[in-house]
């Protein structure tokens, strides 16, 4: 898919996809441009109202290929795979370079999110060798970066995870405010910080060595919130447990305890359970008392407002300038608005706040940048909920920000008394 570049184009693609029936070849043609050009801009509900509208007017080679980005993108993993795999079967010699490409990447995703790792070797291996001309420099480097992972997982088992029951668990703050759970080895409880924020999970050596994680010895690279690299290692678990699940063979990375050492606020990052296994719970309910209720059968239903974008988490929320989409993360403390939103409420703001040092710390260290202290006021439950201060950036801090409206922390959640996210009905619900 082509990146848009302009602010001018994004707009005008936003008022042309409004749902409509395709009746000619020609309106056929609008209709995919306006499905891929909605997913180029990562406006993945949008995309996801327009094809459920559209989906019976398309050919079959963009009903599957859309339709298998869009099922790998809200959890619908078994049938996206059923999609691509008919795809690559019948339409390769007929997709274009770019919509090639992108089909790989969703196997891609479709593979790391049911752990199956020689597969996520194979397609990254794919896309390095014959995609140089479509795969971004950046974009090159986190394949291979990635790839690194998943070659060295290869001859290891996929995650898994049995339920004995409902879970009851108790959340507790740590010296910086960050949400903290036990998890158990050996009969040992080891505090881990609760993050959907993080790819994946994360521990420090010395911790590992504790937990008994099989480390292996290849160095991958992972980018930090103020934009440096630092190397870590891969691990995997035998069993742990939390409340009364037993997890077998999380993946870790696993880093040197003085890279995660905060030395601004002398905290040791000890170990953050990631995305994989958060998700692998299908629903969690967090009170507003930090108790967490995760129960053994989920049965709520509910609108769907929760997306899967490889291993990050968005939310879909209204606020005055329309639905917006925010990355989702429990181990962020605040939240923190980008620059698609500055360029959607940029009167207001300049009229109201003054450009001012804007402070974010991460476990390389902190940094300061030019921003502005602002209120969010997004629309939930029929009812504006207000939130400030809450760092506006006006300019992206790195590429992945580029289509995102801002991140969602810990100081929305805690406006309400109970939270659930649920992976098969794929929503977050405020309550």
């Known amino acids: ?53 559209n989906k019976e007017q398309l050919d079959e080679q963009n009903r599957l290929r859309i339709g298998g980005t869009l099922n790998n993108l809200f959890n619908k993993v078994g049938i ?17 370079r770019e919509e090639l490409k992108d089909v790989l990447n969703v196997q891609l995703s479709n ?26 420099e950046e974009e090159l480097w986190s394949i291979k970066n990635n790839n690194i992972i998943w070659k060295a997982l290869i001859d290891y088992p996929k995650q898994q995870v049995e339920f004995d029951g409902d879970s009851k668990i108790k959340l507790f703050r740590d010296e910086v405010g960050l949400k903290n759970l036990y998890l158990t080895e050996s009969g040992e409880e080891h505090p881990f910080i609760f993050d959907t924020g993080a790819n994946l999970s994360v521990i420090i050596e010395s911790q590992a060595k504790e937990m008994n994680i099989d480390v292996i010895d290849v160095s991958v690279s992972v980018g930090t919130v103020t934009g440096e690299l630092m190397e870590a290692k891969v691990g995997i678990s035998s069993e742990i447990t939390i409340g009364k699940m037993r997890f077998k063979n999380i993946v870790f990375l696993v880093f ?32 507003r008392n930090d108790d967490v209720f995760i129960p053994k059968k989920s049965d709520l239903d509910y609108k769907s407002n929760l997306a899967i974008e490889f291993l990050t988490p968005i939310i879909n929320l209204e606020t005055a300038r329309g639905d917006m989409h925010f990355t989702f993360d429990s181990g962020a ?14 009167a207001d703001v300049l009229a109201n706040y003054d450009l001012t040092d804007v402070r974010f710390a991460g476990g390389a260290g902190d940094t300061t940048v030019q921003g502005y202290y602002v209120e969010f006021q997004p629309r939930i439950n029929d009812s504006l909920i207000s939130i ?6 006006p300019e992206n801090l790195n590429t992945s920000d580029l289509y995102s409206y801002g991140n969602i ?9 109970v939270m659930i996210m ?10």
């Open 1 to 53: 898919m082509k990146q848009l570049t302009s602010l001018l184009l994004v707009i005008s693609l936003f008022a042309s996809c409004q749902p409509q029936r395709a009746k000619t070849n020609d309106d056929r043609t609008i209709v995919v441009n306006n499905l891929d050009s909605l997913l180029n801009i990562k406006s993945y509900f949008k995309a996801k109202a327009f094809y459920n509208e």
């Open 80 to 96: 996206s795979k059923e999609q691509v795999n008919r795809l690559l079967s019948l339409y390769t010699n007929t997709l274009n």
């Open 111 to 136: 593979a790391v999110k049911t752990f199956d790792y020689a597969l996520a070797h194979k397609v990254s291996e794919q896309l390095i060798s014959d995609f140089t001309d479509v795969v971004g």
């Open 256 to 287: 040197p305890d003085e890279a995660l050492f905060m030395s601004q606020f002398n905290y040791q990052v000890k170990g953050i359970l990631g995305f994989p296994a958060i998700e692998a719970m299908n629903e969690i309910h967090f009170l």
């Open 333 to 346: 403390t605040r939240t923190a608005l980008y620059q698609q939103y500055f360029e959607q409420n940029r």
């Open 388 to 393: 400030r201060p809450v760092a506006l950036f």
């Open 409 to 417: 922390g810990q100081d929305l959640i805690s406006k309400f008394d």
């Open 422 to 431: 649920n992976f098969e009905s794929m929503f977050i619900r405020f309550k």
